[in-house]
C-alpha cells in the first residue's frame, strides 16, 4: 500500500481558496487516490476520489500530475464549516474496501 | 446522513468487561468495515464482513471478533477489554467488496475505566 504524507496542519479564513497536497511517490498503477473529511465526534465522509488530471465536484477539485506522486486537494472559498480533519487515500479501489488512513490534515477556518 | 447508524453514541465500560456494538449498513450495502479511532490518529481497519463472511482484517487481537447478519447489519464484540480500546469505533458499509467510497456511521464512543 501507497505511503501518503500530508501537512498536519493548515490555517485559513473565511473566503480564501484552500490546498492541500498530499505526497504519494509509491503509488502503483491500479491505486487511486481519495480524500475523506472528518468533523469532530463523527464518522468520515468522501469528497472526491480521481486517477489522474483533474476532477471537480460540488465539494472540492482533485489535481493530480502526470507522474501521479503527489495530489492536492481545492477547496474554493473555505467557511469556518469547512474546519475539520482531511485524509488523503491512496489503493486499489478493486483490491478491497479496507482504508488506510493516515493522520490527516487539521483544516482550520477562522473568520 | 449516510444511512449507516451505530449504537450505541457512547458507552462506559470497565476493563476486563465484555462490549458489543452494532452497526446497520445502509440500505442495498452488503459490506460492512469496522475502524478504531484513537483520539489524534486517524482509523484504523479492524475487519471487514461480506455477506455474512469475514473477508479482511487488520492488525488487531482475536479477541475483537463481528458478525454480519442476514440483512446485512453487523457488530463487533471486543472482550477482555483494556484501557488502550478506549476510542471511537466506527462503521462503515459500501455497497460492494470493493471500492473506495464508504459510508460511515456517527460512531460510537468507547471508554474503558
Known amino acids: 500500500l501507497a505511503k501518503t504524507t500530508q501537512p498536519i496542519s493548515m490555517d485559513s479564513y473565511e473566503g480564501q481558496e484552500v490546498n492541500i497536497t498530499c505526497s504519494h511517490n509509491?503509488?502503483?498503477?491500479?491505486?487511486?487516490i481519495t480524500w475523506y473529511q472528518q468533523f469532530p465526534s463523527q464518522g468520515p465522509r468522501f469528497i472526491i476520489q480521481?486517477?489522474?488530471t483533474k476532477v471537480t465536484n460540488e465539494v472540492a477539485s482533485l489535481f493530480i500530475p502526470a507522474d501521479r506522486k503527489s495530489s492536492t486537494l481545492s477547496l474554493p472559498r473555505v467557511s469556518l464549516s469547512d474546519t475539520a480533519v482531511y485524509y488523503c487515500l491512496v489503493g486499489d479501489s478493486q483490491a478491497g474496501t479496507a482504508l488506510i488512513f493516515g493522520k490527516g490534515t487539521t483544516l482550520s477556518v477562522s473568520s | 446522513e449516510t444511512g449507516v447508524t451505530q449504537s450505541p453514541t457512547h458507552l462506559i465500560k470497565t476493563r476486563g468487561q465484555q462490549v458489543t456494538l452494532r452497526c446497520s449498513s445502509q440500505s442495498g450495502h452488503n459490506t460492512v468495515s469496522w475502524y478504531q479511532q484513537a483520539l489524534g490518529q486517524g482509523p484504523q481497519f479492524i475487519f471487514q464482513?461480506?455477506?455474512?463472511?469475514?473477508?479482511g482484517r487488520g492488525n488487531f487481537p482475536p479477541r475483537f471478533s463481528g458478525l454480519q447478519f442476514p440483512n446485512y447489519s453487523s457488530e463487533l464484540n471486543v472482550n477482555a477489554l483494556e484501557l488502550d480500546d478506549s476510542a471511537l469505533y466506527l462503521c462503515a458499509s459500501t455497497p460492494g467488496r470493493v471500492g473506495t467510497e464508504a459510508f460511515f456511521g456517527q460512531g460510537t464512543r468507547l471508554t474503558v475505566v
Open positions: 464482513y461480506y455477506r455474512e463472511e469475514e473477508n
Open positions: 480521481g486517477y489522474k
Open positions: 509509491n503509488i502503483a498503477t491500479n491505486d487511486y
